[in-house]
């Protein structure tokens, strides 16, 4: 399985911008990147994903590394609500399964 | 309903008793998954469904653990001979095939 490697911790500070980074240089051609994240006492949310190009939502913005092997998760202004753990995953839209699997993640602290 | 419906909420249960837990995903969902998570712990993948593929049952910790999706709708994940170390929070997910995953609020599990 293509994996994924994320920094275990990182701090901001509120009303800040936060990147999130995430390798995985073995990332196949068919592979997705998804991000979760999952709040303190309640279960994973979906954040966004993308293949190539960058992609924006109204939680957040993706910007996928050229070549792939790295993607970085941006929150354009951090509040104390985003603070959670942030989870980078590959999916794979190729076979016939595609599971989602969930690694050790980034535990977001945001400082008021 | 609106969202992926687990219950029960939570279950205490003595050491050697079989339990099942149930995850009612999103209609029309055909991928669902379980997983849980021990207190601190990250989320352990336990088992996955996708449409008519047959399950990918890798995570299952051991032979006590099973799954079923019957109709391609409701599952029930079933422990028999519980034991201590299954005490966990067990959630459910379900998607459409590989796109966005939602969560149930999860089964807390002791066994005592």
């Known amino acids: 399985d293509a994996k994924t490697t994320q920094p275990n911790s990182m701090e901001s500070n509120e009303e800040e911008p936060v990147h999130l980074p995430c390798n995985h240089s073995t990332i196949s051609g068919t592979d997705y990147i998804h991000w979760y994240r999952q709040l303190p006492s309640q279960g994973p949310e979906y954040v966004i994903h993308g293949l190539t190009s960058n992609v924006n939502n109204r939680m957040a913005s993706l910007a996928i590394a050229e070549d792939r092997k790295s993607s970085t998760l941006i929150l354009h202004r951090a509040t104390l609500r985003d603070a959670a753990v942030y989870y980078c995953?590959?999916?794979?839209?190729?076979?016939?399964?595609?599971?989602?699997?969930f690694g050790k993640g980034t535990k977001l602290s945001v400082k008021p | 309903g609106a969202g992926v419906s687990q219950s029960p909420s939570n279950k205490v249960t003595e050491k050697g008793k079989d339990v099942e837990l149930r995850c009612d995903p999103i209609?029309?969902?055909?991928?669902l998954y379980w997983y849980r998570q021990s207190l601190g712990q990250g989320l352990e993948f336990l088992i996955y469904?996708?449409?008519?593929?047959?399950?990918?049952k890798s995570g299952l910790p051991s032979d006590r653990f099973s799954a079923e999706r019957t109709g391609g709708s409701v599952s029930t994940l079933t422990i028999q001979r519980t034991q201590q170390e299954d005490s966990a929070v067990y959630l459910c997910?379900?998607?459409?095939?590989?796109?966005?995953?939602?969560f149930g609020q999860g089964t807390r599990l002791t066994v005592v």
């Open positions: 995953i590959l999916r794979d839209y190729g076979g016939s399964q595609g599971n989602l699997i």
């Open positions: 209609s029309g969902h055909t991928a």
């Open positions: 469904f996708q449409g008519n593929s047959a399950p990918d």
């Open positions: 997910a379900s998607s459409f095939d590989r796109t966005e995953a939602f």
